[in-house]
């Protein structure tokens, strides 16, 4: 049984491809019991969490002799999900995008509702979303950093989703400071609450799902 100790960036998934296993593997597995039960997700692990990974298991194959055989280890994609609001908060439906990881470049439209899916290698770590010119309107450039969300019971992972949602423009330092709190009363006013700042129950499960996790 190997240990791996979380580094930024990490999630279940590149953790258990780099070791050769899908993730439910070893997400599953009963040494990360305890952590299943402080995370609760796969993809939002804080550096520093152990995760237990079992060893592999040889698979013998019954092959001809004397004949070439091709052998495909099966992979399992992750998959990158971005929806494009604009500054009134509605979707961009329809928006061609260029989204380039590592080397590899996609191209693609918005659906409807401002979404755009895009499957990614597990181990992905960064990738540029461009939103070409339209109109008077100039290029848009988005660096993504794949894999780094903390868990919305960290206050730094609710920094991140107000920035991502356009709410905060502060650092992630893990503070409810005066740009932070303000960031939570927008949020609070927006959605009905009490425009408190502080960070109650209700203002971290409206910010869960509007982030989507």
Same mark, same amino acid.
């Given at each position: 049984?190997?240990?791996?100790?979380?580094?930024?960036?990490?999630?279940?998934?590149?953790?258990?491809?780099?070791?050769?296993?899908?993730?439910?593997?070893?997400?599953?597995?009963?040494?990360?019991?305890?952590?299943?039960?402080?995370?609760?997700?796969?993809?939002?692990?804080?550096?520093?969490?152990?995760?237990?990974?079992?060893?592999?298991?040889?698979?013998?194959?019954?092959?001809?002799?004397?004949?070439?055989?091709?052998?495909?280890?099966?992979?399992?994609?992750?998959?990158?999900?971005?929806?494009?609001?604009?500054?009134?908060?509605?979707?961009?439906?329809?928006?061609?995008?260029?989204? $380039?990881? #590592?080397? +590899?470049?996609? *191209?693609? !439209?918005?659906?409807? &509702?401002?979404?755009?899916?895009?499957?990614?290698?597990?181990?992905?770590?960064?990738?540029?979303?461009?939103?070409?010119?339209?109109?008077?309107?100039?290029?848009?450039?988005?660096?993504?950093?794949?894999?780094?969300?903390?868990?919305?019971?960290?206050?730094?992972?609710?920094?991140?989703?107000?920035?991502?949602?356009?709410?905060?423009?502060?650092?992630?330092?893990?503070?409810?400071?005066?740009?932070?709190?303000?960031?939570?009363?927008?949020?609070?006013?927006?959605?009905?609450?009490?425009? $408190?700042? #502080?960070? +109650?129950?209700? *203002?971290? !499960?409206?910010?869960? &799902?509007?982030?989507?996790?």
């Amino acid at each position: 049984m190997a240990k791996h100790v979380v580094r930024a960036g990490d999630c279940i998934e590149s953790i258990a491809d780099a070791h050769g296993f899908y993730w439910e593997v070893v997400w599953n597995h009963p040494d990360n019991a305890a952590l299943r039960k402080l995370r609760g997700d796969p993809v939002t692990l804080v550096p520093g969490d152990e995760v237990f990974v079992p060893p592999l298991r040889a698979k013998a194959v019954e092959c001809a002799t004397e004949a070439r055989h091709t052998f495909r280890r099966k992979g399992v994609p992750s998959k990158l999900r971005v929806q494009l609001l604009d500054l009134a908060g509605r979707p961009r439906g329809g928006v061609d995008y260029a989204l $380039t990881i #590592e080397s +590899d470049e996609r *191209t693609g !439209s918005t659906d409807g &509702d401002g979404w755009m899916d895009e499957w990614l290698p597990p181990r992905a770590r960064k990738a540029t979303l461009k939103i070409p010119p339209r109109g008077d309107e100039p290029e848009e450039t988005y660096e993504l950093e794949i894999g780094h969300l903390r868990p919305a019971d960290d206050l730094e992972g609710i920094q991140a989703r107000l920035r991502n949602l356009g709410w905060y423009e502060g650092p992630l330092n893990g503070e409810l400071d005066g740009p932070t709190a303000e960031a939570l009363q927008a949020v609070q006013a927006a959605e009905g609450l009490v425009p $408190t700042g #502080e960070l +109650d129950d209700d *203002t971290r !499960s409206r910010l869960r &799902d509007a982030y989507g996790g």
